[in-house]
């Protein structure tokens, strides 16, 4: 059974931070192109950025600059660094194995004005 497990969501005020991780013990993640996405209510889920497992990266236009996506390829660890966010960005932020189709669980992220 493979799991990625997210963690670091949280409420934090509008321009604030917020940095999430999704990890796994699963060898799937060394050649996985890993992707973040996110699901507001009443909306559909959103590739947010992703990240191949050469490290090409790739954002939704609306997290560009605001955004980072990184990786460690021997914590099997995806990031996804979140700068002057807005409460727009408030939604539930999945990390996926692109690749393979697996998710993760979901972290909450609550952006207050």
């Known amino acids: 059974q493979v799991q990625l497990v997210e963690s670091g969501g949280g409420l934090v005020q509008a321009g604030g931070s917020l940095r999430l991780s999704c990890a796994t013990t699963s060898r799937i993640f060394s050649f996985n192109t890993m992707g973040w996405y996110r699901q507001a209510p009443g909306k559909q889920r959103e590739l947010v950025a992703s990240i191949s497992s050469g490290g090409y990266t790739n954002y939704a236009d609306s997290m560009k600059g605001r955004f980072t996506i990184s990786r460690d390829n021997a914590k099997m660890t995806v990031y996804l660094q979140m700068n002057s966010l807005k409460p727009e960005d408030t939604a539930v932020y999945y990390c996926?194995?692109?690749?393979?189709?697996?998710w993760g669980q979901g972290t909450q992220v609550t952006v207050s004005s």
């Open positions: 996926k194995a692109m690749s393979s189709g697996y």
